[in-house]
């Protein structure tokens, strides 16, 4: 009887041996190589931030998960379809900031473990990972609203967890979230600057780039958040709100400069709008040109909000003359002022685009006075009459003298043309004008 069990021992263990020789010879042909081990995280600390009070944030921070390699497969499968999410919750300090003696776990499913955990908005919040596969994962972190004998310091842990893949959650990266009363002793909003647009510049038709400094001064709470917007001067565009992206992300620190970068894109400045005939600009849907003011303004973590600052800018097109001729040949009531020109949105900022625009205005004006002696306006009709654009394309106009004045004609006298356009208020606004000259 116990010579058998012996014998029968024996068999499963030369099985076993066969076994795993078998497995070995597979893996040496290149089957099958296994990655093993947990996910691992970088940075371990994605990132910490500071509430005080119910003010402030979300706070952004991205940290980067990767899956075991050294191998084709997991033991379990080819992949490991994974969730992502907040992993634990340990609080380390008091609402001072004192660390604890004893860090406390505050469970997932506790009204405070719920609270903190929704605060924690994670993108993507799954992943199906191959061996040596990683996922870089964006993390958006509210100010979770717990009660006052809750504030103090947070761990909050984020992992992968991927049930039966064999793959183990691994350490997790962390991020430290400190929740604190607000303080009454910061009464001092940011200073606001804007740097771009510059008040008074005339940035050609195009994206615009917006960016605001902002600094909340020291003792201070530190800057939470940066607004801007912008209005037309005839109200068309009525606080239009340009998202900005901060840097470094709020709350930024008392006495470090926060920079709020974002683009205003006034109407036809990119996309189809004005670059065909068939898609020209007109009375009843003007292009961006114009008048425009924006608004700009900083609050710190407790809610102290700037004053609005301003900046006034002109978006104009870029108008080129092409011809600009005036003919004196032949009999005074033949002389010729002749006009080319092309319209176009910014080459930098954008696409440098021609401009179909049917709310083109030329104006011959003297320059003496500035009396407009004759205006022509968009027309397919002849281009004595008419602004025309051809198919160059290119705007075109020519006024003859005889029809300017009729049978009485001064004496030569120096003009120029000037280039009016409606604006996106529907105002006309000159963009350019001719070198004079004499007929
Ligand atoms: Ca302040």
């Known amino acids: 009887m116990k010579k058998k069990s012996l014998i029968m021992a024996t068999c499963v263990a030369l099985a076993l041996v066969l076994g795993l020789a078998g497995a070995a010879m597979a893996a040496k042909g290149g089957q099958t190589k296994y990655a093993t081990g947990p996910f691992s995280y970088d940075p371990a600390l994605a990132g910490e931030a500071m509430f005080l009070g119910n003010v402030g944030g979300p706070v952004s921070a991205n940290f980067t998960i990767y899956a075991p390699s050294g191998g084709t497969s997991f033991p379990s499968g080819d992949t490991a379809p994974a969730s992502i999410r907040v992993f634990g919750i340990e609080k380390v300090a008091d609402a001072d900031g004192n660390p604890l003696l004893t860090p406390e776990d505050i469970p997932l499913d506790s009204a405070l473990g719920i609270l903190i955990a929704g605060a924690f908005a994670l993108t993507p919040n799954s992943n199906t990972f191959i061996p040596g596969s990683f996922i870089r994962v964006s993390v958006s972190v509210a100010n979770p609203p717990v009660s006052a004998s809750e504030y103090g310091d947070y761990i909050v842990t984020m992992k992968a967890q991927s049930p039966g893949s064999g793959v183990g959650v691994g350490s997790g990266s962390r991020f430290k979230l400190s929740l604190r009363a607000a303080t009454q002793t910061d009464t001092t909003p ?78 036809g400045g ?65 002389f010729t002022a002749q006009f080319k020109f092309t319209v176009k949105r910014s080459s930098t900022t954008s696409d440098g685009a021609f401009m179909f625009d049917k709310t083109v205005t030329v104006k011959l004006v ?20 008419n602004v025309q654009i051809d198919s160059t394309p290119v705007y075109q106009t020519n006024f003859v003298k005889g029809i300017v004045f009729g049978a009485t004609l001064p004496d030569p006298t120096q003009y120029k043309a000037e280039l009016w356009f409606k604006d996106v208020d529907g105002t006309l606004v000159k963009q350019a004008e001719s070198d004079p000259g004499t007929f």
């Open 190 to 267: 940011p200073t606001v600057v804007i740097n771009s647009p510059a008040d008074g510049s005339s940035p050609i038709l195009g994206p615009i780039a917006v960016s605001i400094t902002a600094n909340d001064p020291v003792e201070g709470t530190g800057v939470a958040s940066i607004s801007a917007k912008v209005s037309s001067a005839g109200s068309a565009v009525t606080d239009q709100v340009i998202p900005l992206t901060i840097a470094p992300a709020p709350i930024v620190p008392a006495g470090t400069d926060a920079l709020g970068s974002g683009t205003f894109n006034p109407f």
């Open 270 to 334: 990119t996309g189809p709008n004005g670059t065909t005939l068939l898609d020209a600009f007109d009375a009843t849907t003007p292009s961006g040109i114009g008048s425009y003011t924006l608004e700009a303004s900083a609050s710190d973590a407790v809610g102290n909000t700037s004053a609005p600052v301003t900046s006034g800018f002109q978006v104009k097109y870029d108008i080129q003359f092409t011809k600009q001729d005036f003919n004196t040949n032949g009999q005074p009531k033949n």
């Open 366 to 385: 003297r320059t003496s006075d500035n009396f407009v002696v004759s205006t022509h306006v968009y027309g397919v009709g002849d281009i004595k009459d």
